[in-house]
């Protein structure tokens, strides 16, 4: 029954996704089936079991020790609040927890192997916001979550949450032309994360944040010109298939990986 609800929520995304691109595209010649757009197939309908079953592991084993180091009054405390003001909690926690590990992975070469796979994307849909290395999603989504839990915020705001920035993520990758305005600076937007995406020196280690552009404005990584990128990806070698890119980072050559700011010589290497 669960893979029948996820089947079903995978048709739904697909029915408000592909016309938008349509609609509103951003990148007009590109074409829904465009370059390894397979491969992102495949890790939208098998790579959450993957995440999922990591989740509950890692989550799992650190709530028990959360658990003793968390006053009981501070989780009554954040449980008789609203559920509106925790769920603004849970993004505010959430995502900076988010930040700061987004900018680990790209700031530690060992890391970045894993995160590399998520940039490798040529062209930006929202098909391909799915294709991120099962230890990479896993470790960010715990920085972002095990706070939120440990804290003891209301399962209500952890959905809301949840719902939000299911629905961002796959917003901020689309091919569209939309556009959030002055709410840019609050929000994440297309605009927002392609040129995290970009594959151009002035944009490279900017824009971590998964939904509030503000923590990068605070940590002096915002890069947000009103025009967008003309180029995607990296040109680390990683492979096309989702089976060569589940074993890419621990089989990569380290000394091709290293960070971008560690690896001036070389041509868009992170």
């Known amino acids: 029954m669960s893979n029948l609800i996820d089947f079903k929520a995978i048709l739904v995304i697909a029915l408000i996704f592909l016309p938008l691109e349509r609609l509103l595209p951003l990148h007009a010649e590109q074409s829904p089936t465009r370059r390894h757009w397979l491969n992102d197939v495949v890790y939208l309908v098998f790579n959450g079991i993957l995440i999922k079953t990591g989740l509950l592991v890692v989550i799992g084993v650190a709530m028990l020790a959360a ?19 925790q769920a603004i909690e849970v993004l505010l926690i959430a995502d900076t927890g988010f930040y700061l590990a987004h900018r680990t992975f790209h700031a530690v070469p060992f890391l970045w192997r894993f995160h590399s796979i998520h940039h490798s994307i040529e062209e930006m849909d929202w098909l391909a916001a799915h294709r991120v290395h099962p230890v990479d999603q896993i470790l960010t989504k715990s920085a972002s979550f095990l706070p939120v839990f440990a804290l003891g915020f209301s399962s209500s705001a952890i959905l809301i949450f949840t719902l939000v920035y299911q629905w961002q993520s796959l917003l901020i990758h689309s091919n569209t032309r939309i556009r959030f305005g002055p709410l840019k600076w609050l929000l994440a937007s297309p605009q927002f994360h392609h040129w995290h995406h970009a594959n ?5 280690d900017k824009n971590f944040a998964g939904q509030l552009p503000f923590l990068d404005m605070l940590g002096g990584t915002l890069f947000m010109p009103d025009r967008m990128p003309e180029k995607y990806g990296v040109d680390d070698p990683v492979p096309h298939l989702y089976h060569q890119q589940l074993a890419y980072p621990f089989v990569a050559n380290a000394a091709a990986l290293a960070p971008r700011e560690l690896a001036s010589e070389t041509p868009r290497e992170r």
């Open 200 to 204: 151009q020196r002035e944009a490279y």
């Open 67 to 85: 658990h003793r180091l968390v006053p009981d009054s501070l989780t009554a405390a954040i449980q008789s609040q609203p559920v509106w003001l």
